[in-house]
């Protein structure tokens, strides 16, 4: 069954939503050359949407040549539709399974990476960020420095010293939209003809998407629960970047131990390669402290990446990098040729609010009611699904994996499940070789509540149970 996702309210014809997104499809090569389509009864039933709806798409498709039909038989794609070069659309994330953004309403959406949204402290917030536009220098007005305000990444060295270990000088600081951002300036400055990237596999699936709009030489090497495996590594490799998530391997979890830290940093040393180091949730750990970053340990080859999209929230778009001296310049530039630099209100309310200590309270309030939601999780699944299902990683940040016993996640099951209204991504769809993950599932907890776990666990058994 061909997967259309339709927007009822989006203002846009559902007519013209299922022509571009077969056409898109088919101009990608998903479709492929003489692939029949779904019939317009099927779809127009699983849409729940008029046939002549449905029907209205495909003569447009096949106006334009992209599909021909057969009397009596159907309709298919046409031979010679696929397009090499292609962009990738924002809506290609969402042609096999629901976006995090597009998730149908009441569903318990399990997708990582969100913290607690509604125990944000708003007002105290308010106070800072009022206070910052009050109190600005007239300068924080106009174009600011593009590698973040001095007083900002003064604050940033000692909490990053305090909370991460990491050992750096203020001006190896540079204040990005993100991590995604700080993803993109590494690629740009880094990754240029087309040289080589190492990146762990499974990882953040747009890891590869970035690196990929930058070079085509992107080598996966395989985790396993303690993350990277530098054993592995060829002899005599020299790629541009090692990309790891040493502290809590995304998605699977492994703290990658100090033998691996150190073979990693001798490997990087002698091939003259950098470590790029993303530290996304690693103030969040349920077991002793959060570990040390890589940083700390190497930091001319280290290249290191955080956000405060876990400890603050997605949308404040604010994150920071820790470079190598030497490479602070051509960072900088890029930073200013992206967009000249993040907004300086917001460097100035988050300083205040890690300057008064309210960052750090939050951290350890989230900390607590974290690790209850894993707990919860935890013992939901052991219970609905006893041995038959597997809950790997440490003890730490928004997410678990759980690997199931004889089920495979596909997209048409993903699918299911969030029509079941349960939102889940698999590990497959952020890994790089594909085969070797299709049991697991990624779950964040950390933005439900126990009764929004206990009815998502319900949903999950009803449908993988059935
Ligand atoms: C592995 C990883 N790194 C970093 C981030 C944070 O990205 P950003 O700072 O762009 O929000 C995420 C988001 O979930 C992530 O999964």
Redesign the pocket.
């Known amino acids: 069954m061909l997967y259309i996702n339709i927007e009822k309210e989006s203002g846009n014809s559902l007519a013209k939503q299922i022509y571009e997104q077969v056409r898109r499809r088919i101009l990608n090569g998903d479709l492929l050359a003489d692939e029949k389509l779904s019939s317009t009864r099927e779809l127009s039933q699983a849409l729940n949407i008029s046939r002549s709806t449905v029907i209205t798409s495909y003569e447009m498709l096949l106006s334009e040549g992209l599909v021909y039909s057969k009397i009596g038989s159907g309709v298919y794609v046409s031979p010679g539709a696929k397009y090499d070069r292609m962009p990738l659309q924002a809506t290609d994330y969402c042609m096999t399974a629901f976006s995090s953004e597009q998730l149908p309403k009441g569903i318990i959406n399990f997708h990582?990476?969100t913290p607690a949204l509604d125990q944000f402290p708003m007002a105290k917030w308010m106070k800072y960020v009022s206070r910052a536009y009050r109190g600005a220098p007239t300068s924080a007005l106009g174009y600011d420095y593009p590698a973040g305000r001095p007083e900002f990444r003064k604050t940033m060295s000692l909490f990053l010293k305090k909370t991460r270990g990491v050992d750096c000088h203020p001006d190896q600081i540079l204040i990005t939209s993100?991590?995604?951002?700080?993803l993109s300036l590494v690629a740009q400055c880094l990754l240029s003809n087309n040289k080589e990237a190492w990146i762990e596999d499974p990882?953040?699936i747009?890891?590869k998407k970035i690196f990929h709009n930058y070079t085509k030489n992107i080598t996966p090497l395989p985790v396993d629960d303690k993350g990277i495996q530098p054993d592995l590594f060829p002899p005599h490799g020299n790629p541009a970047l090692i990309f790891v998530?040493p502290s809590h391997q995304?998605p699977m979890g492994g703290i990658l131990p100090i033998q691996r830290r150190l073979e990693l940093l001798q490997y990087a040393e002698k091939a003259v390669s950098y470590i790029v180091e993303?530290d996304?949730?690693s103030e969040f750990r349920y077991k002793g402290l959060p570990i040390n970053s890589l940083q700390e340990l190497g930091n001319e080859r280290v290249i290191y990446?955080g956000?405060?999209?876990?400890t603050l929230f997605?949308s404040v778009?604010l994150?920071y990098m820790v470079l190598p001296r030497h490479l602070i310049e051509c960072f900088s530039e890029y930073k200013r040729l992206c967009d000249h630099h993040s907004n300086s209100f917001t460097q100035l309310a988050v300083m205040d609010f890690i300057n008064s200590g309210e960052m750090e309270r939050h951290i350890m309030r989230m900390n607590k009611l974290y690790a209850k939601r894993r707990n919860c999780l935890i013992s939901l699944l052991k219970e609905n699904f006893s041995d038959t299902v597997k809950v790997l990683g440490d003890s730490s940040g928004l997410h678990i994996v759980a690997e199931f016993r004889d089920i495979i996640f596909t997209p048409d099951l993903i699918n299911d499940l969030a029509a079941a209204g349960v939102g889940v991504k698999s590990v497959e769809e952020h890994a790089i070789v594909k085969g070797c993950h299709a049991n697991q599932v990624i779950l964040g907890y950390a933005n439900l509540e126990p009764e929004e776990i206990k009815i998502g666990i319900e949903r999950l058994k009803n449908v993988l149970i059935s």
Do not use: A, C, E, I
């Not at 956000?307 to 876990?310: A, L, P």
């Open positions: 990582s990476g993100g991590t995604k951002q700080g990882s953040n747009h890891v998530t995304f993303d996304y949730d990446l956000s405060f999209s876990k997605p778009r994150g």
